[in-house]
T-cell receptor, first 112, second 114 residues
Framework: GQQVMQIPQYQHVQEEEDFTTYCNSS?????IQWYKQRPGGHPVFLIQ?????EVKKQKRLTFQFGEAKKNSSLHITATQTTDVGTYFC????????????FGQGTELSVKP | DTGVSQDPRHKITKRGQNVTFRCDPI?????LYWYRQTLGQGPEFLTY????????KSRLLSDRFSAERPKGSFSTLEIQRTEQGDSAMYLC????????????FGPGTRLTVL
């Protein structure tokens, strides 16, 4: 079945260092979404990418959708302690309902 | 607060007992989803409602699991004869309209089966 893989599983960085997480799908995706889950919290939507090669920025966060629409990345510049959490990518799971298939997530910890 | 709400937030039960969770979606959202999340993993899809109709169920959803959304508003997820393997966070999400639309997650119900 369809799989969404994320690497790395964990990333520990010093504050102000950059961070990148990568997402790969076994199938071509019509779109990809990114969510952030703070420790003890629930997934919160960050962004959706739809077009091949699309790049979107949110302040220090840069999201990219691959040309083949099978991979994506999230890059955070100059991490802050407020960036701590687990970042998930998710793609459509097929069917009629819009269910999402999530990656395993990348847990980011930031040392002040 | 007009976000997705879930009740209870935590549930501890003994193996073999039945449990029921409730989800209240964002009021104008016609789509409602249940996911299960275990430690270190992303949410896994369980089932989906459009209005009151349950349109898709994952193979993860054994016969012990049942979900309803009787009036197209709130939803309940019942687990019968709980097993220790059912211990997880059960997340509800809602969305409006077409596929690819953002899903808004509730705070989840953390189930511990002793």
């Amino acid at each position: 079945g369809q799989q969404v893989m994320q690497i790395p599983q964990y990333q520990h960085v010093q504050e102000e260092e950059d961070f990148t997480t990568y997402c790969n799908s076994s199938t071509t995706l019509s779109n990809i979404q990114w969510y952030k889950q703070r420790p003890g919290g629930h997934p919160v939507f960050l962004i959706q990418l739809v077009k091949s090669g699309e790049v979107k920025k949110q302040k220090r966060l840069t999201f990219q959708f691959g040309e083949a629409k099978k991979n994506s990345s999230l890059h955070i510049t100059a991490t802050q302690t407020t960036d701590v959490g687990t970042y998930f990518c998710a793609g459509p799971g097929g069917g009629q309902g819009g269910k999402l298939i999530f990656g395993q997530g990348t847990e980011l910890s930031v040392k002040p | 607060d007009t976000g997705v709400s879930q009740d209870p937030r935590h549930k501890i039960t003994k193996r073999g007992q039945n449990v029921t969770f409730r989800c209240d979606p964002i009021s104008e959202h016609n789509r409602l989803y249940w996911y299960r999340q275990t430690l270190g993993q992303g949410p896994e899809f369980l089932t989906y409602f459009q209005n009151e109709a349950q349109l898709e169920k994952s193979r993860l959803l054994s016969d012990r699991f049942s979900a309803e959304r009787p009036k197209g508003s709130f939803s309940t997820l019942e687990i019968q004869r709980t097993e220790q393997g059912d211990s997880a966070m059960y997340l509800c999400a809602s969305s409006a309209g077409q596929q690819g639309i953002v899903q808004y997650f509730g705070p989840g119900t953390r189930l511990t089966v002793l």
